[in-house]
Each structure stands twice: as C-alpha cells, then as structure tokens.
C-alpha cells in the first residue's frame, strides 16, 4: 500500500497518474539503496532499544528494571524447568478453550440468523449492548460464580470473544454482493447451496478479521483475570514477580505473554491464507489493535 | 445498518411500519424476559451468587443518594478524562511529526506495531512497581490503552490521505499547515473517530480494571471490594453502573459522529 | 492571439523506473516542446497512455520532470527537483484534474470558496464573483450540497469554476469531462466555451477525444504514443462563438478532423 507509487510499468494512463510522488528520475539502485538503509536503521532502532533497556537496568539497578541478559537466562531456565512452560499452557489452554466457546456461536449464529431479520433487528440493541460493555469488569463476578480455577478465566476470555466475533461475522455477512447470489439462483443453487457455497466464503475474511481482533483480546482476558485472583498462569507469575520486587520475573512472564499473542496472531494468518488462497493479495487491512 | 435492512425488503410502507412494531415489541419482550430470567437465576441460585435485580436496583438508589456511588463514579470518570487525555494527545500528535521525518517512521514502526500485541492490561503490576500505588500506574494504563488505537487509526489515515487532494490544494496555494488542517484532517475524521468509539469505552473500562488491583477508590474498588465481602449486591450494582455509564458514553459518541460527519455519503458500518 | 509565449515547454522529459530487476527505465514523455500564447486555448490530443496526465502534472509542478523545463513568462520554473517544486507556481497555474477533487467535507459553495480562503482572499468582490460563476453555470440553490449529493455533471461544474474563481493567468485541464455522458458533456463543454469567452483565459486542455480538441481549441497538438513528442500541430480556425452541436457537420471540422485523425494512432 505505501511506496506503490512507480513501481510499476507505466503502461497506461492511470499508471501515470498513480505516480505522480514517485522517486525522482528512477533509478532502480536508488530504491533498493532506501530498503537496505531502511533495514540498517530498523537495526540501529533494534540496538538502541536494547541499548536503553541494559543502561536503565544498570542505572536503577535490577530490583527495578530486570536486565535483558538476566531475562533472558530466567527465560531460559524457565522454559527448561518446565515451570513457565506449564504457567503458559495453563494460560494458554484458557484462552484457547474460551476463545473457542465464545467464537464458535458466535460465528454460526449470524449465518442462522441470516433468514431472520426480525430477530436479528430484535437482538441488535442487545448485542450492541453487549459489545461495548467492559466485559473485563465481569471479572469478579466470574470469579464470585466459578472459583479462582480455570473456568473463571475461560468465561471472561469466551464472552470478550463472542461478541468481537459475532459482529465481524454479521457485517461478512451484510456485505453480500446480491449479485452473486442471484447468479447462483439463476444458475439453480437452492438456499442452502447459496449458504455454502457464496455467503460463506464471502464471509470468512470478515470471520478472520474478527479472530485475529479477538486473539490478543483472549490472551489479555485470561491474563487480567489470574491478575485478580489466580494461582496459576502466566497472570499469577507477573503478579507474584511485582510483590516480591521480581522485576525480572515479571519481565519474563511479560516476554512469555508477548509470544504467546505473537504466535496466536502467526496461527490466525497462516489459517487464514490457507484459506483464503482464492483472495488477490490486497492491500493488508489495517485494524486497530489490543 | 438499519437503512440496509429496509433496503432488503423493499414492500410496501405499510409493511415496514408493521415489522417496526414488531421488532420494538421483541426488543421490550426480550428484555422483559432477561430481567426474568435473572431475577429467576437469583432465586434459585441464592443471593450469594446472583443478586435479586430488585435489591440491586435499590441499592444504586441508596447508594447514589448516599453519594458513595457518586463519589466512585466521580473518581473513575476523572482518571479516565485525564488518562484518555494523555494518550490522545500522544496519539494524535506522534503521527502528525512522524509524517514529516519519514525515515524515523520507517525505522521505528515495526517496533511499534509489534508493541501493539502486548496485552496492556498485564503490564499493571509492574506500573504498580514502578509509579506506586497512586494515580500514576492507573493512568499509564489508560494512557496506553488510548494511544495505541489513535496511534493506529491516526497514523493510517495520514497515509490514506488522497494525494490527489494534497496536490489540489497545494495548486491553488495552500500552505503545508492549512494542508494539514483541512485536508489530512478532515479526512483522517473519521479513521478518527471510529478510534475515539474504541479509545473512550475503553479508557473507562481501563481505569476500572485498574482500580480492582490498586487504590481504594472508584467503581472498579467499589465491585472488588463488595466481591471480596461477598456482598454480590454490590458486585452488581457496580457492574450494572459500569456497563451504563459505557454504553451512554457509546452512544453519544456515536450520535456526535454521525453529526459530525454529516458530509460522509453513509453511514458506514462501524469497523471493529 | 498574441505572439507572445506565455508558458513554453522545452525537451521535457519523463521517465519512470520499470519494475526492479529489470533495468530499463521507460521514458513516457521525452524531449516535449511546445508553448502556449496569452489567452490561447491549446487542445493536446493523443492516445490513452501517452503520458497526457503527466505532462499536466510536470507543468502544474506536482511531478518533477527527468529533463527539459518549463518556463512561465520566461521565468523557469523549478521542474527537476522534488523539493523545490512550486504547486500551482504561486497560485499562477490553475489545475483541473481529470477527478473532481472536491473536498467532501465542504459543502459546494465552500469548495468554490476553497481556493480564495487558503490565499487569503475571500472578500465581498471575490464572493460576488463566486456567486457569480456558480449561478453562469447553472449550480445556483445548491450551494449548501455536500459533494455526494451532487451529480457527476454538477461536480465537475463546480469543480471548474473552484479554478475559475481565482482566476489563474493558466488553467490546465486534464480530461475534464471524461467521465460523463455525451449529453452532460455538450452541455458542459458550451459552459466551458461560455466561460472562456468571459475573460479569455489561456487554458492547455488535454484529452483522447478528437471532436472535443477541435470544438473547443483555437490550436490542437497531436502527441504520440509513449515516450510522447509532438506528432502534429494544427490550427482550428472555425470562427467564434462555435455552436457545438452544429459543429459536426461544418466541412472544415471534417477536413481537420481527418487530419488530426490520421495522426492519432
């Protein structure tokens, strides 16, 4: 999407217009120069960002700000031990169980409501409601009816993300080119071949922008939940790290969080582009994050 | 959305009155029926676990006379107005120098985007570490929350921005700050705006979550305190007061932009 | 018409780098020249591809050109580096683009009003003024519209007059009508001829449709295909005012039309 400008072979009038802001007078090393220098500054960003966090460590001392090298080796030694490994697969099964629960409904009932407009006009104020209201602040009150176990923390991750997904999957569906449809009919596909076989597809990049919207809320869900009252996971180790003045014990349970979304958000795409082979490779959709 | 819906069927007028009936009629049923069924949950659970809706809502009553509920509203809305404050202001105007020093925005972005997939709420503890058990953790929390999405939106509607425009109005004279301020802001409007629907809620909710794990004071102190003296009324009368005070503010929000954007051909979708 | 060049352009070249790996770099404009008179209207025909859009852009500053310059009133205008191009060159040169680029937040008026705001210039003579070409092109009773609410013909109308109203000694207009229905497009182009013949403006109009170029210029240039140079020149010496629907059938406009047409490929 950015730097499109000139790229391409000027082959016809729009082509030209497009480029105008190109690079000047191209030169094919000039552009290749940019991308190499960009790189080497994107490494510069990388050293100094490190560069800031061992010199804080050394300034402050590592009671508050843990140093990389030290968090690094915890990180380590946690993952070998096994116990960070089982604070993160506990997490991780949370947010996985419940971002299943919440997500599955939450994409099959729009396509069951889609011959219902009444119900689905009936339903809007409520799920409208539901959306924007702080699930998060359910909290304690999942706790209050499920313990301070697993359940608790699947329930909250399952709520925040059905309604994420609920809401992409109904717009999927409300995008519907009607055109396609009245080619299938036309062509003799009855209502449930026009469910599977246009409204579906159609809608399965809307489902995936609503997944990959949902995942960090998922991990961020279970998190804050053993953050209030847990004792295991991932929440449970940056707690336990803050009150005994751990810092690099929290910074290691923070690192161990950051991959768990990166590799929830690695999952969600290669997912999606196997599905989604047939889409021409378009301009990535800029949403906003966490 | 529901200019779409009577597009689908486009019968008679008389038609379209008639399903309006009906739909308002569902909507009160089914709320009707959710009280129903909570006040039944109640009954049969036990107050320990479900709060009576009626003793809830004689609760906020007494509680909002009182003025403690007042007070826990008040401190919750002021931290979130200053903590949404901070991280607007850094969002808003972090783009707009960014855009002129594009080789620091080329060096600095993947850093950024990949900062955006940290779950912020986790970082509480060590802010807690770090800034005390005052304001501060609280509003860095919050500040971050409002930033990254105004960031994000802001960010991208500069890039959005039709050239074609720009050039316009450089052609007829413009200067690069009346560029900036009629055209990139104008159409970064709505990428605006629909960041503001996600920012403000969540500045709220942001505030209250911090409040469950610090301070002794707010709507998120007023629910965490009454679950741990298994006083579910007021884990309930909390809740209910948060969730409204989101969704006015939701709503609001929403009118203001439709206003507001009055030149948008439709209303689009809102994207979430 | 005076003898006198108002706008000269001089072996101006354009040249975009072809995709990477491959290291030929394609020339769509190259060693161009050609100058335009004080209140000549100068139609540029040539086919779709043939860099017509970039030629504007060079001229109007929003493009650097590979080579060759660009002089206004025997000033060279600053065309071979990015970072001193002067859009517009200070308010002088007036850009109608092929797209309306209204500013949908702005309602009609506003738009028209667009380019006299940002030069500090809005007053009551140049409001009336304002008035007064939205009312000569027929857009009067919708000036609170915002963009979307407006046909395609009435925003190209107000489009144009946003660059009348300021009145630029230049005015570059890139396929105006393009987009339109044959109708609208008549209808448009008398506006346009009507207007011209108020203050006699030197307009450079660039376009692939060979009727449009004879009806509407005084001298019409034929380009040819990518990298683009001059092909032909011809001058239009149909009196004025012309009738634009009449025009079709005047043997003159055939001849030339022929002409023209032969050297268009």
């Known amino acids: ?290 | 959305m529901t200019s779409q819906d009577t597009a689908l069927d486009l019968a008679q007028p008389s038609q379209v009155k008639w399903r309006q009936y009906v739909v308002t009629a569902g909507r009160i049923v089914l709320a009707i029926l959710l009280v129903a069924a909570w006040k039944i949950g109640a009954d049969r659970a036990g107050p320990i676990y479900v709060a009576d809706p009626f003793l809830v809502a004689n609760r906020i009553v007494t509680d909002t006379m009182s003025g403690e509920l007042v007070h826990h509203v008040y401190v919750t809305l002021r931290l979130s107005v200053i903590g949404f404050a901070i991280g607007c202001f850094f969002g808003v105007v972090l783009p707009f120098l960014l855009r002129r020093l594009p080789r620091l925005t080329d060096a600095i972005e993947p850093y950024i985007m990949a900062s955006v997939g940290i779950p912020k709420y986790a970082l509480i503890p060590l802010f807690i570490l770090w800034f005390g058990i005052d304001d501060a953790p609280k509003l860095w929390l919050v500040g971050l929350l409002v930033f990254y999405p105004i960031f994000i939106a802001v960010f991208a509607g500069i890039r959005n921005v039709d050239r074609r425009l720009i050039n316009m109005a450089r052609v007829m004279g413009a200067s690069e700050a009346m560029i900036s301020r009629e055209v990139i802001w104008n159409s970064l409007q709505s990428f605006f705006f629909a960041a503001l629907k996600i920012a403000l809620p969540r500045a709220i909710s942001a505030t209250i979550i911090g409040e469950f794990l610090v301070g002794n004071a707010g709507l998120g102190f007023f629910i965490e305190y009454s679950r741990q003296n298994f006083d579910t009324t007021g884990v309930f009368a909390g809740i209910v007061i948060a969730t409204a005070l989101v969704l006015v503010i939701n709503s609001v929000l929403v009118r203001i932009d439709r206003r507001l954007n009055a030149w948008r051909p439709t209303d689009r979708d809102m994207e979430l | 018409m005076s003898a006198q060049a108002l706008l000269e352009v001089h072996d101006l070249g354009k040249r975009f780098a072809s995709r990477a790996g491959r290291d030929s770099s394609l020339w769509v404009i190259r060693d161009l020249s050609f100058s335009v008179a004080d209140g000549e209207f100068l139609t540029i025909v040539g086919p779709s591809g043939s860099g017509k859009t970039t030629l504007l852009n060079m001229i109007a500053q929003i493009d650097v050109a590979s080579g060759g310059e660009v002089r206004f009133q025997s000033e060279v205008a600053p065309i071979n580096d990015p970072k001193s191009l002067n859009p517009g060159l200070s308010c002088r040169i007036g850009y109608v683009t092929q797209e309306d680029n209204l500013l949908p937040w702005r309602t009609m008026l506003q738009n028209v009003l667009f380019p006299l705001v940002v030069q500090g210039r809005l007053n009551d003579e140049t409001r009336a003024r304002a008035e007064m070409l939205i009312r000569t092109v027929g857009l009067a009773g919708f000036e609170n519209h915002y963009p979307h609410e407006l046909s395609g013909g009435m925003r190209k109308r107000a489009s144009l007059i946003r660059t009348l109203v300021y009145d630029p000694p230049v005015i570059l207009m890139d396929e105006p009508f393009g987009a339109l229905d044959a109708q609208t497009r008549t209808v448009l182009q008398e506006d346009l001829l009507r207007l011209w013949n108020l203050g006699r403006k030197t307009i450079i109009f660039v376009t692939h449709d060979i009727t449009e170029a004879i009806a509407l210029g005084d001298r019409t240039l034929v380009l040819t295909r990518a990298p683009a140079r001059v092909a032909g020149e011809h001058k239009i010496d149909l009196p004025r005012p012309r009738d634009i629907r009449g025009i079709l059938t005047d043997p003159k406009f055939i001849e030339i039309y022929q002409r023209i047409r032969e050297q268009v490929q």
């Open chain 1, 1 to 290: 999407m950015p730097g499109c400008a000139g790229t391409e072979t000027p082959t016809g009038e729009k082509m030209a217009t497009q480029s105008e802001f190109s690079a000047p007078p191209g030169e094919n090393s000039s552009r290749v120069g940019t991308l190499i220098r960009s790189r080497g500054d994107q490494l510069l960003v990388l050293i100094a960002l490190f560069a800031i966090w061992q010199a804080c460590s050394l300034w402050l001392g590592t009671y508050w700000v843990g140093s990389p090298w030290g968090t690094v080796v915890r990180l380590t030694t946690g993952v070998l031990g096994g116990e960070l490994l089982s604070h993160a697969s506990f997490t991780l099964a949370e947010a996985v169980i419940g971002f299943l629960l919440g997500g599955i409904p939450a994409v099959i009932l729009p396509f069951l409501l889609r011959r219902l407009p009444i119900v689905t006009a009936i339903l809007d104020p409520f799920m409208v409601g539901g959306y924007g209201a702080p699930k998060l602040a359910l909290a304690p009150l999942f706790i209050l009816w499920f313990g301070i176990g697993i359940e608790s923390k699947i329930a909250l991750v399952a709520i925040t993300v059905f309604f994420i997904v609920y809401f992409s999957t109904l717009s999927g569906i409300r995008a519907l080119d009607t055109k396609l449809v009245q080619m299938a009919q036309i062509v003799g596909a009855d209502e449930k071949d026009v469910a599977r076989h246009i409204v579906f597809p159609g809608a399965v990049p809307y489902i995936f922008t609503g997944f990959r919207i949902a995942m960090p809320y998922a991990i961020g869900g279970a998190v804050v939940a053993e953050l209030i009252s847990a004792n295991r996971g991932l929440g449970y180790l940056i707690q336990l790290g803050a009150m005994n003045f751990d810092t690099t014990g929290v910074f290691v349970a923070l690192l161990a969080t950051g991959i768990i979304v990166f590799i929830g958000n690695t999952a969600v795409n290669v997912f999606e582009r196997r599905l989604l082979r047939w889409r021409p490779p378009s301009d990535a959709k800029n949403q906003s994050g966490t």
